[in-house]
């Protein structure tokens, strides 16, 4: 069974940087696209960025320039490193997987995180 593990959120003030981590364990043989997604209070769930298996990356614009995602695939863990943090960047941070490939069930689809807190206070 595959199961989305979120670390590093937490109460920073305005300026701080936090580095998140999404560790995916189960019997794993590849992982396609890995996402992170923010929900602010009252809002939505919105894309932060995306890293394909090929490394290529995508950032919504207010997080471009100030954030990198990036993924170490021997350990199926995808990080969101996040850098001048501003209150309106605080919400819960979930990790997600579109497309994987496990040993036990083939192919399976969309896994989300349980999600991490932040916090940024000015």
């Known amino acids: 069974q595959v199961q989305l593990v979120e670390s590093g959120g937490g109460s920073v003030q305005a300026g701080g940087s936090l580095r998140l981590a999404c560790h995916a364990s189960g019997t794993i043989y590849s992982i396609n696209d890995m996402e992170w997604f923010r929900q602010a209070p009252g809002r939505q769930r919105e894309l932060v960025a995306r890293?394909?298996?090929?490394?290529?990356?995508v950032y919504t614009n207010s997080f471009e320039g100030r954030s990198t995602i990036s993924r170490d695939d021997n350990n199926n863990t995808v990080y969101l490193q996040m850098n001048s943090l501003q209150p309106d960047d605080t919400g819960v941070y979930y990790c997600?997987?579109?497309?994987?490939?496990?040993?036990?069930?083939?192919?399976?689809?969309?896994?989300w995180g349980q999600g991490t807190q932040v916090t940024v206070s000015s």
């Open positions: 890293i394909g298996s090929r490394g290529n990356t």
């Open positions: 997600h997987i579109d497309r994987l490939s496990t040993v036990y069930q083939g192919i399976v689809y969309d896994y």
